[in-house]
């Protein structure tokens, strides 16, 4: 950073507007110091107070005089050695902030990632255990030896992973047991070739890989619909306009649902490539993410792959964005900026004026709206790779074939399992439900364990013994008594979760080897291509995972799915049910067959007369989504219509829903626009806040976010409350 100390003669003083990166502070001027000239774009340094904080030029010509004379400003204090932020990243701060009524200080943040990506410096200081075993071994000094073993990272880091204060860390440093080591953050991420190993495409491959490749290097915004069912060889298409991409001197990003299953999808890449592209995502050490960042700013990052987070990074040659699995919910962010990565990666692409490739086997009705609309183009590929076929589906009606008492698993579908692994193939097991049982239950009263901080049951996990709140992480011993009637031994698990299924399993196939696959256990990348290796060889037979095992994985030799409970999602009244079930089960059924042998899929279902079911039973998708689409356009649902939630939230009930009345009766008036509710938001309790939602539904044109910036802002509430606003919510 060059610090500037002069002042200047007032007479040559020009002012810059400044975003900071400072919760609730509005657009700031400054001078600029004596003589530079600064341009919009640029990370510098500003006084606030007696503190100096982080901000970007945000104008820099012309501006108007505001109350403060520019003769009174303070001058900008320093400015980073860093390219400016493009103009088209900060016209994405801008709509962002506006589109999902958002500060531009949180907007600016995830673009500047972490303010320690901002220092120069060209090496960084990691720690990491040595192996030397200090004289005074606390137990706490134990733990962090034991926990840190083959860890590398800052202080900080390794006590958050260790579970201990900073202060025990820097004492093991002291005792010799820890050590420093210097990271160099300047070593280059080796490029991409494109033309390492071009496959062979198929021709369909090949017309959709043309049409995208030619897109690329026209340059131009164009949204395209990569639409091809599980196995059909997507993610080779899309690799030709990331090489075409790359092969421009140009920058590709490719955004993945979750971080952890990316392995095999990085081993495809770097096969095709020569050379991995670089990974963005939380878990990213702190030194890693510095030099990510870097390299994602310098353009020495030719290809990025992330999650949402990766979008804002500030790329000057963006020429491509890959969605992948574009109809993954994670791709909605639920907390702080609330937006969906989809729709901002159409946005982004629009404002660098690129294609932006969504790329799924089950494209979200939104999706196939802007196709009929003609605002996406359609790239279909319609059989799988290599001649495999599409599975058969079948539902097993639990009422005329249910299981043994006490047990979960239909006759139809232990005798497919015994068939299929006594041929030697695979099989695969999906529920959505992870530990061991969904909720704990008092046999004498009837008490059933919450957990006291959120609307959710607390789960049993049996391999940890404890039971665990999924929506806050708070957990617990198993109780002995009954917290409200105090019965001894009375307490019994209701329902199945992954770890019941595979203690069934364990009981009636006992030779059966198998893996769960849930986000507990299957946590890191390292744990996910562990699983993928010891599948591929054989190691494992029987897969019994949650959504995870959804996605992405190809096990040439798995021929059987079956899902414990298809009904599961269909529950709730959320008018998103039947899509979201549909979507997943299609995924999960896309697991099988994807080799030379036939793939075999059976739902387990009480209702196989539900339209969801029937459809992907007879693998009418297109009368399902017709019908979905339908009722939708009916109800004057997104994206026929458009829904925005306001999100009131207090640690006392009463204050929220208080807030919430208030606020839903000060609702303008304005012709088609309805607010629902308030009703408890679909997370009720959360993290010990109570949460009211307002559903405000509007026609498709009018400006809702105008609407409720205007609403919102003529309003007060008391200071424990807080009000958030999710456009285009998820659940409705
Ligand atoms: P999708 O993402 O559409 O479900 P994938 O891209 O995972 O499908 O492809 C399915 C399988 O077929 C993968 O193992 C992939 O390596 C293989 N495959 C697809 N296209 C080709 C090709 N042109 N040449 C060789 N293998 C291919
Ligand atoms: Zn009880
Ligand atoms: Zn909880």
């Not at 590929?381 to 009606?397: F, M, N, Q």
């Amino acid at each position: 950073m060059s610090r500037d100390t002069s002042s200047g003669r007032p007479g040559q003083r020009s002012r810059v507007r400044v975003i900071v990166l400072q919760q609730g502070l509005g657009p700031l001027d400054y001078a600029t110091p004596g003589g530079r000239r600064l341009e919009p774009g640029q990370i510098v340094q500003v006084p606030l107070g007696p503190r100096l904080i982080t901000g970007v030029v945000w104008e820099a010509d012309r501006l108007p005089a505001t109350e403060v004379d520019d003769a009174r400003l303070r001058p900008v204090a320093g400015v980073y050695d860093l390219p400016p932020l493009p103009a088209p990243v900060r016209r994405l701060v801008e709509w962002v902030a506006d589109y999902y009524l958002a500060p531009h200080a949180a907007v600016l943040r995830m673009v500047l990632a972490s303010a320690s990506a901002l220092d120069g410096g060209r090496t960084s200081i990691e720690y990491r255990v040595t192996g030397v075993i200090p004289e005074r071994l606390t137990p706490q000094r134990a733990q962090a030896l034991e926990r840190l073993q083959g860890r590398q990272g800052l202080v900080r880091e390794l006590a958050t992973a260790a579970e201990v204060s900073d202060s025990v860390i820097r004492g093991l440093v002291k005792a010799g047991a820890i050590e420093a080591v210097e990271v160099a953050l300047d070593t280059r991420f080796p490029p991409p070739d494109p033309g390492h190993a071009p496959p062979l495409l198929e021709s369909g491959q090949a017309s959709a890989a043309a049409t995208l490749r030619h897109a690329v290097a026209a340059r131009g915004f164009q949204p395209y619909l990569l639409d091809g069912v599980t196995g059909s060889g997507k993610t080779e298409v899309y690799f030709e306009a990331i090489a075409e991409a790359v092969e421009k001197g140009g920058q590709a990003l490719v955004l993945v649902p979750e971080i952890a299953l990316t392995e095999p999808w990085l081993r495809r890449f770097e096969a095709r490539f020569g050379a991995p592209p670089v990974a963005w995502h939380s878990d990213l050490r702190s030194t890693e993410r510095r030099r990510a960042w870097r390299a994602a700013a310098s353009g020495e990052a030719r290809v990025m792959v992330g999650a949402r987070s990766a979008l804002f990074l500030p790329y000057p040659d963006l020429r491509l964005i890959v969605v992948d699995e574009a109809h993954e919910t994670s791709f909605k962010q639920e907390e702080g900026v609330m937006y969906h990565a989809r729709d901002v990666a159409v946005m982004r692409a629009q404002l660098q004026n690129v294609p932006v490739v969504l790329a799924t086997a089950t494209p979200a009705i939104e999706t196939r709206v802007q196709v009929e609309r003609g605002r996406y183009a359609h790239l279909e590929l319609p059989s799988r790779y290599g001649g495999a076929e599409l599975p058969t589906i079948e539902a097993v009606d639990m009422r005329r074939f249910p299981p043994p008492p006490g047990r979960w698993l239909s006759p139809p579908l232990v005798r497919a399992l015994e068939e299929t692994l006594g041929r030697g193939d695979q099989a695969l097991l999906f529920l959505n439900r992870r530990g061991y049982a969904p909720l704990t239950l008092c046999r004498t009263c009837g008490h059933r364990i919450e957990c006291p901080n959120c609307t959710a049951w607390m789960v049993e996990h049996r391999l940890l013994r404890r039971l665990q709140c999924h929506q806050c992480g708070h957990s617990m011993p198993v109780p002995d008594a009954c917290p409200e009637c105090q019965s001894e031994g009375t307490l019994v698990a209701c329902g199945p979760g992954v770890e019941r299924i595979a203690d069934e399993i364990a009981a009636i196939l006992p030779d059966a080897r198998t893996a769960i696959v849930a986000s507990d256990t299957i946590w890191s990348p390292a744990k996910a291509a562990a699983l993928v290796s010891s599948v591929e060889a054989h190691e494992i037979d029987l897969l019994i995972g949650t959504q995870l095992v959804t996605k992405g994985y190809h096990f040439p030799d798995l021929t059987l799915v079956g899902v414990v409970d298809a009904d599961l999602g269909l529950g709730g009244g959320d008018l998103r049910a039947s899509e979201r079930t549909f979507q997943q089960i299609q995924q999960v059924a896309g697991r099988a067959g994807r080799g030379q042998k036939p793939g075999r899929v059976l739902l387990q279902t009480h209702q196989p007369e539900a339209p969801v079911i029937e459809a992907l039973v007879s693998g009418d998708s297109e009368g399902f989504y017709a019908a979905e689409t339908e009722s939708r356009r009916r109800h004057a649902m997104p994206p026929y219509g458009r829904l925005a939630g306001i999100i009131v939230s207090s640690e006392d009930q009463r204050e929220a829903a208080a807030a919430a009345r208030m606020i839903g009766a000060a609702a303008p008036r304005i012709e088609g626009l309805t607010v629902l509710g308030p009703a408890p938001a679909p997370l009720a309790l959360l993290r010990g806040r109570h949460r009211q939602r307002l559903l405000v539904h509007a026609p498709r044109n009018l400006d809702v976010q105008s609407a409720i910036r205007g609403w919102l802002g003529e309003l007060e509430w008391p200071r424990g409350v807080r009000v958030a606003v999710d456009v285009d919510p998820y659940s409705f």
